[in-house]
């Protein structure tokens, strides 16, 4: 197969045209998800603990890392991938083919131009937003038509939609990053649930990218880190994307240890819990449920020198 590679340079300019703040440290780029929280890409790339350097990723604004690591570095999780270069219905599970094939019927799906998404992308954004309980936030269009405007002139970055009787009833946004394509973005529009446009949308985009060879796999992202998200994973899996076993990791800097650890990061979650911010309590949640749950770094190495012996 005749892979395209796309450089990770091109979505790190992406990400510094959104405001993110991104660091090459170890042939491997960083960036802040949010504030203080930072992360790995290419993210179909694991690293060993025992390579991160937390002083030179997190530096002074940073507060924790979280990455994929092998296997025992962390806890175990999963990334959703599909690398079937012969994708076609036999990959679907039995229920997701016919919400596939009456989405197609239903759908006109085609890539589209991130131009077509400052007109009509917008209202999708707030509809998914509104469905999963999530606030919409006040500098909505503002976020977004700055990033159209940044995915648009980043290679490997490419948009497809789906039509129902001319209005955009779902679109989804893919960056290609060496050989993978990340499907980052899935939005679509609450009136026209009924007719499957991400069903037929996801079907027709993995369609095309795996048979294409530009691509070695398309991936949906790692496991969150909340809990909840069951019927999402379901989705992937019944549209044939499978889970790739790997470690998730996180790392808190040094000077926050003595006030975030394995004994305080429940009380802040409830602490966060009170101030009434449901989405970054779920987080904090989880993401104090994995750092008790991972070996230490001191358990990491014993374990290495017990297999070396």
Same mark, same amino acid.
């Given at each position: 197969m005749s892979t395209e590679y796309v450089s990770a340079e091109h979505y790190a300019e992406f990400l510094e045209r959104l405001g993110h703040r991104v660091r090459r440290v170890n042939d491997l780029y960083w960036f802040n998800t949010q504030r203080g929280v930072y992360t790995s890409f290419p993210f179909h790339r694991s690293i060993s603990c025992s390579e991160v350097s937390r002083a030179e990723i997190l530096q002074k604004d940073g507060l924790l890392l979280r990455y994929g690591c092998p296997e025992g570095e962390g806890v175990s999780s999963f990334r959703m991938l599909c690398s079937n270069p012969d994708y076609d219905f036999p990959a679907l599970r039995s229920r997701t083919r016919t919400q596939v094939r009456r989405g197609l019927e239903s759908c006109r799906v085609e890539q589209i131009d991130f131009s077509l998404l400052h007109r009509r992308?917008?209202?999708?954004?707030?509809?998914?937003?509104?469905?999963?309980?999530?606030?919409?936030?006040?500098?909505?269009?503002?976020?977004?038509?700055g990033f159209y405007d940044a995915a648009q002139r980043t290679a490997g970055a490419e948009a497809w939609g789906a039509f129902v009787d001319g209005d955009l009833a779902a679109y989804l946004i893919s960056f290609a990053i060496e050989d993978v394509a990340n499907m980052t973005i899935v939005r679509s529009s609450t009136a026209h649930l009924g007719c499957y446009p991400n069903n037929a949308l996801v079907f027709r985009f993995l369609q095309e990218r795996l048979r294409s060879g530009r691509v070695r796999?398309?991936?949906?992202?790692?496991?969150?880190?909340?809990?909840g998200t069951d019927s999402l994973d379901?989705?992937?899996?019944?549209?044939?994307?499978?889970?790739?076993?790997?470690?998730? #990791?996180?790392?808190?800097?040094?000077?926050? #240890?003595?006030?975030?650890?394995?004994?305080?990061?429940?009380?802040?979650a409830r602490l966060l819990g009170l101030a009434g911010n449901p989405e970054q309590t779920a987080k904090i949640r989880g993401i104090a449920e994995w750092y008790r749950q991972q070996p230490t770094h001191a358990e990491i190495l014993a374990r290495r020198a017990k297999a070396a012996a």
């Amino acid at each position: 197969m005749s892979t395209e590679y796309v450089s990770a340079e091109h979505y790190a300019e992406f990400l510094e045209r959104l405001g993110h703040r991104v660091r090459r440290v170890n042939d491997l780029y960083w960036f802040n998800t949010q504030r203080g929280v930072y992360t790995s890409f290419p993210f179909h790339r694991s690293i060993s603990c025992s390579e991160v350097s937390r002083a030179e990723i997190l530096q002074k604004d940073g507060l924790l890392l979280r990455y994929g690591c092998p296997e025992g570095e962390g806890v175990s999780s999963f990334r959703m991938l599909c690398s079937n270069p012969d994708y076609d219905f036999p990959a679907l599970r039995s229920r997701t083919r016919t919400q596939v094939r009456r989405g197609l019927e239903s759908c006109r799906v085609e890539q589209i131009d991130f131009s077509l998404l400052h007109r009509r992308g917008l209202q999708l954004n707030e509809d998914t937003l509104i469905r999963q309980g999530r606030s919409v936030p006040a500098d909505l269009e503002r976020y977004w038509t700055g990033f159209y405007d940044a995915a648009q002139r980043t290679a490997g970055a490419e948009a497809w939609g789906a039509f129902v009787d001319g209005d955009l009833a779902a679109y989804l946004i893919s960056f290609a990053i060496e050989d993978v394509a990340n499907m980052t973005i899935v939005r679509s529009s609450t009136a026209h649930l009924g007719c499957y446009p991400n069903n037929a949308l996801v079907f027709r985009f993995l369609q095309e990218r795996l048979r294409s060879g530009r691509v070695r796999c398309v991936s949906y992202g790692y496991q969150s880190v909340q809990s909840g998200t069951d019927s999402l994973d379901q989705f992937k899996s019944g549209m044939g994307f499978v889970r790739d076993a790997v470690d998730q #990791r996180i790392e808190i800097a040094t000077w926050a #240890r003595p006030v975030l650890n394995r004994l305080t990061l429940p009380a802040v979650a409830r602490l966060l819990g009170l101030a009434g911010n449901p989405e970054q309590t779920a987080k904090i949640r989880g993401i104090a449920e994995w750092y008790r749950q991972q070996p230490t770094h001191a358990e990491i190495l014993a374990r290495r020198a017990k297999a070396a012996a």
